[in-house]
C-alpha cells in the first residue's frame, strides 16, 4: 500500500514538471509581438514594386537570359538592354530597344514596339519576378533586381531626357583671326571646306611649312563621326545613358563630375571615360565634348600656338521625347 503512495505522488510531480516545461517551451518560442521565430517560419519581406511614373530599372540576374535590363523612366519612355548569353558583362550589352511605355492594370506595362512586362513578388515575398512577353514571342519568367534613381536634382531632370542632334558649332582662335560658324550634320563637309579656308588665312605663311598640310590640320569630319562623338543621347535619373554613334549604340552608365552641375563622366564599352560639359542655349541642349585630337592640333601649330590657340566644339540636341 506504501508502495502504491508512493508511486502515485511520484507520478503527479512528474505530470506537474512536464507541464511546467510546456508552458516553458511555449513562451521561449514567441516573441514580443506574439509571431513565431520557429526555424521555416520567419516572417515575409515586403517588396514594394515602385508605382508607374517612377523612375524604375530591372536588371535581370539570370545569367542565360539575352535581356539584360528593362528602364521605366517618368518621362513615359523605356530602355531595354539586349545581350549576350550567358557571358555578363557591360560590354555583352550588344543592342538596345528604345519606345514609350503605356500601364496596364496590376504592374503590367506595354512597351510599344517591343512587347509587354508584367512585375511581381514570388511567393516567399522575398524576391522581383518581371515576366515578358516580347512581340511575337513566348512569355518568360525572369528574376531581377530594383533600381530608383539616385539623382533627383533640377538639373537632372532637365538632363533626363532623350536628345537629338540639330547643329555643330565650331569656335576657333589663332592669335587674333576667329572662326565660329554653326552647321547641321549635313552641312558638315561644307564645314571643313570654310575651316581650311579659314586656316590658309589665319595661319602666317612663314609657319605653313612647319605646320605641314594645312587642310588636314583639323578634320572636322572625322572628328564628328568618331565613335566618340553621338547624335542621339539618353539620360536616366538612375544613371543610365544610351548615346548613339555613327559606329552603332552604346548603353553605359552617367553621373556628374563637378558640384555645379556643369560636366558628366560616362562609363561606355570599349571606350575610356567620355567626359563632356553640359549646358543649355534656351530649351536646347548644348554638350561640348572632348577632343583628344586637338592635342595634336596644338603640337603641330607649336610657337603659335603658346602665342594663341582656342578651340571649342558644341552639340546642339533638341528634345526627342
Not at 508512493?6 to 512528474?14: E, I, Q, R
Not at 513565431?36 to 539570370?62: C, F, H, Q, W
Not at 538632363?159 to 537629338?164: K, M, Y
Amino acid at each position: 500500500m506504501k508502495t502504491m503512495k508512493s508511486f502515485l505522488k511520484y507520478a503527479a510531480c512528474m505530470a506537474a514538471l512536464t507541464v511546467m516545461m510546456a508552458a516553458c517551451s511555449k513562451d521561449d518560442s514567441s516573441t514580443t509581438d506574439g509571431g513565431s521565430t520557429e526555424p521555416g517560419n520567419k516572417p515575409k519581406v515586403a517588396l514594394n514594386i515602385p508605382k508607374a511614373g517612377t523612375a524604375a530599372r530591372y536588371d535581370v540576374t539570370l545569367a542565360t537570359s539575352d535581356i539584360d535590363f528593362v528602364e521605366l523612366a517618368p518621362t513615359g519612355n523605356y530602355i531595354v538592354g539586349l545581350r549576350v548569353a550567358p557571358v555578363r558583362s557591360i560590354e555583352d550589352v550588344v543592342d538596345v530597344e528604345e519606345g514609350k511605355w503605356t500601364a496596364k492594370e496590376n504592374n503590367e506595362y506595354q512597351l510599344e514596339g517591343w512587347g509587354d512586362i508584367a512585375l511581381k513578388v514570388n511567393e516567399a515575398g522575398d524576391a522581383l519576378l518581371m515576366s515578358v512577353t516580347p512581340e511575337g514571342g513566348s512569355t518568360v519568367e525572369l528574376p531581377v533586381t530594383l533600381k530608383t534613381a539616385k539623382m533627383n536634382d533640377n538639373e537632372t531632370r532637365q538632363l533626363a531626357h532623350s536628345w537629338e542632334l540639330t547643329s555643330i558649332r565650331l569656335k576657333v582662335r589663332i592669335v587674333s583671326n576667329r572662326f565660329d560658324k554653326e552647321y547641321t550634320e549635313d552641312q558638315l563637309p561644307q564645314m571643313q571646306q570654310d575651316v581650311v579656308e579659314y586656316l590658309n588665312e589665319a595661319i602666317p605663311d612663314n609657319f605653313k611649312d612647319m605646320i605641314g598640310d594645312v587642310s588636314s590640320l583639323i578634320n572636322v569630319e572625322d572628328i564628328v563621326k568618331s565613335d566618340r562623338f553621338y547624335h542621339r543621347y539618353t539620360f536616366t535619373t538612375i544613371g543610365s545613358i544610351v548615346a548613339d554613334s555613327y559606329y552603332g549604340i552604346k548603353t553605359g552608365t552617367w553621373s556628374w563630375s563637378d558640384s555645379k552641375r556643369q560636366t558628366i563622366a560616362a562609363t561606355l564599352p570599349y571606350e575610356e571615360t567620355f567626359a563632356a560639359g553640359i549646358s543649355y542655349r534656351d530649351i536646347q541642349l548644348c554638350v561640348e565634348p572632348k577632343v583628344q585630337e586637338i592635342e595634336d592640333v596644338r603640337s603641330r601649330l607649336g610657337v603659335l600656338a603658346s602665342i594663341g590657340f582656342d578651340f571649342g566644339l558644341y552639340m546642339y540636341y533638341d528634345k526627342a521625347d
